[in-house]
């Protein structure tokens, strides 16, 4: 047991240092980068990026000294993707474009084996004697300057290893904080991402030169998680509906193009269909393409093995990428807002409120939608309205996409000037977001992020959270009456709970009542850690909130049986 914790101590830190320390509040506005600048940032990065695959991390040396003579090498990660048995690779990061291209283009095909010659920043180092070099200075013999950091890029923290973790936090406040920094997404994960979308654009930039595949979702709007899926559009033209080409004269050599399909959606399912049978059969490291060409949105789900990762790759809808962008900038507006949500969501997993496949319960993306909006309509609100942001939309912020739905808002996180006054804890605001909820009238009310407080309910929907770019639209439709109800009772229970807990923990320890000492903490299931035990079964808390307002219990059983 000690040897855990004390390993844990040492991923502690080696995670302090590899992740960026989350922003202090001095520096919360000081040089953001806008979600564009992000995205543009870790695209060049990708750019100047090639992952290689090696039989074990003590072939880095020998690789290193290999692939310096392409350019200089700014960086190094070392990953594991697990099979049957540990595959290993190293990504490595060019200080150009140009040398990294280099690099790719002085790879070969191997003779040996039957494989489409595709060119990819996806490489295998061979050996020295099967690639048969000529004898020379051996490789391996000079060490190579630039360390080679290890560290997942995509597997979870252990569950031990966190429960450690959060058994060893001062109070509940730092639970919060730990919880978010060792489950959230990492620099290296975003790197690996970034690639996958690079991947896909490179392989159709012959006949689509300007294409682009934009990573969305929680992959890039800082809400993501370690092993989080990623989400991409696929874009022929670099046009995000911004208007592009400014005032230029437009050209009068005008390109000849294939006529459309009269129906739009029938074209994007046949444009689909072929691009999921050319990621299967010419792209390396994708598998189990599966196309889901039905849905609203229709996406290519597929494997990437080089990357451990799941790809939903998707042609039309720009809203979502948009969507991505304002959850990024909210992110971004608050120090506290990203750390509450993980809480929130791994509570919502650890209940069994959310579930990783597509059903009749609520999606992260709607439970994150619950916390923007309890955010917002705050007495004092840590979040402004998205009607705000789109009042503060300036000429270059302009976004009108294909469909014609304006995603128009104010992105420049500096020039929008909000600061929030709200000087609430994390801890304080888990337990309010929990009472707020537990006296929500999901019965009539429908909630609206644009608008930043509850509407009346314009159709008979379980739950009714207003799509805040498509605003006909109702982003939790899916949610069924049952999981709405179950909702209503986990946060009420939540609520008992975490009230409970923050009462102990005013407790003094010295007097042995409440937490206990650091020591007796260590050894006993505390603070978050009661939020997130599994259920037995439906234990019904004390119904403190808004009597009058709530469901009883027993009527619940009662729908449930009749229905
Ligand atoms: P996880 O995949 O669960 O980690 O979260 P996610 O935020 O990536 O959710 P998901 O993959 O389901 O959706 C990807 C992104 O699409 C979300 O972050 C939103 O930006 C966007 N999105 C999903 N559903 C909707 C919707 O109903 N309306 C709009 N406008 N955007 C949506
Ligand atoms: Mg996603």
């Known amino acids: 047991m000690n040897s855990l914790v004390r390993r844990t101590h040492q991923l ?24 564009e600048e992000f995205i543009g940032q870790h695209q060049q990065q990708a750019q100047r990026s090639i ?7 003590k072939s880095y040396a020998e690789l290193y000294n290999y692939c310096s003579r392409f350019g200089s090498i700014l960086g190094a990660h070392h990953y594991c993707v697990r099979q049957d048995e540990a595959l290993h ?29 595709v060119r990819s920043p996806f490489l295998w180092f061979r050996a020295a004697a099967a690639a048969g070099a000529r004898r020379g200075p051996k490789l391996a013999s000079q060490p190579a300057p630039t360390a080679l950091l290890s560290i997942d890029g995509n597997r979870p923290a252990e569950q031990e290893h966190l429960l450690i973790v959060l058994r060893g936090a001062r109070d509940i406040e730092e639970q919060v904080q730990l919880l978010h920094q060792h489950s959230r997404l990492n620099e290296l994960g ?39 899926d990623l989400d991409l559009i696929l874009r022929f033209d670099n046009d995000t509906g911004g208007g592009g080409g400014g005032h230029q004269e437009p050209s009068r050599l005008v390109y000849h193009t294939k006529e459309n399909l009269s129906n739009g959606r029938s074209q994007t399912q046949r444009h689909m269909e072929c691009f999921g049978d050319m990621l299967h059969l010419f792209l390396p490291g994708v598998c189990h393409v ?22 939903d790759l998707s042609m039309s809808n720009l809203t979502g990428y948009y969507m991505s962008e304002l959850l990024y900038m909210f992110g971004e507006l608050d120090v506290r807002v990203r750390p509450l949500t993980f809480s929130i969501r791994r509570w919502a997993q650890a209940c069994g409120l959310t579930n990783p496949s597509p059903g009749r319960w609520i999606s992260n993306f709607s439970l994150t939608c619950l916390v923007m ?36 808002f104010g992105r420049d996180l500096e020039r929008l000037g909000f600061r929030s006054r709200n000087q609430s804890s994390l801890s304080e605001l888990l337990l309010q977001f929990f009472e707020f909820y537990s ?5 009539n009310r429908a909630i609206s992020l644009n608008e930043g407080r509850a509407l009346a309910k314009p159709d008979h929907s379980a739950m009714y959270i207003v799509n805040p770019l498509e605003q006909l639209l109702n982003v939790s439709k899916n949610v069924s009456l049952e999981e709405c109800e179950r909702l209503r009772i986990e946060v009420r229970n939540a609520a008992w709970v975490l009230e409970s807990e923050v009462e102990s923990a005013s407790l003094s320890p010295e007097a042995g009542e409440g937490h206990g000492s650091h020591n007796e903490r260590l050894e006993m299931s505390w603070g978050l850690l009661n939020l997130f035990k599994q259920p037995e079964k439906a234990v019904i808390r004390p119904n403190m909130f808004f009597k009058p307002r709530m469901v009883e219990v027993s009527d619940l059983f009662e729908q449930k049986e009749a229905s």
């Not at 992740?19 to 919360?28: D, E, L």
């Not at 992952?51 to 991390?57: N, R």
């Open 12 to 35: 502690h830190q080696l995670w302090r240092t590899y992740c960026s320390a989350p922003a202090s509040a001095a520096s919360r506005t000081a040089g953001r980068p806008s979600y």
């Open 373 to 408: 909006f309890f955010l917002q309509q705050l007495r004092q609100p840590i979040l402004p309205t998205i009607s705000a942001l789109a009042k503060a939309a300036e000429p270059s912020d302009m976004r009108i996409t294909e469909d014609g739905i304006n995603c128009s």
């Open 439 to 443: 006296q929500f009238d999901f019965h």
């Open 51 to 57: 992952v290689v695959q090696v039989s074990s991390e």
């Open 190 to 228: 975003v790197r690996l991402r970034f690639l996958a979308a690079l991947q896909v654009q490179q392989a159709i930039s012959g006949m689509f030169p300007a294409a682009q595949a934009l990573p969305f979702g929680s992959s890039v709007n800082g809400f993501g998680k370690m092993g989080c």
């Open 290 to 311: 599966r196309r889901i060409l039905q849905a609203r949105v229709p996406i290519i789900k597929y494997h990437h093995e080089h990357l451990d990762l799941e790809i």
């Open 89 to 117: 690779y190293v990504l490595l990061e060019y200080a150009t474009a140009g040398e990294a291209a280099a690099a790719i283009d002085a790879g070969v095909t191997n003779g040996d084996l039957s494989g489409v010659p």
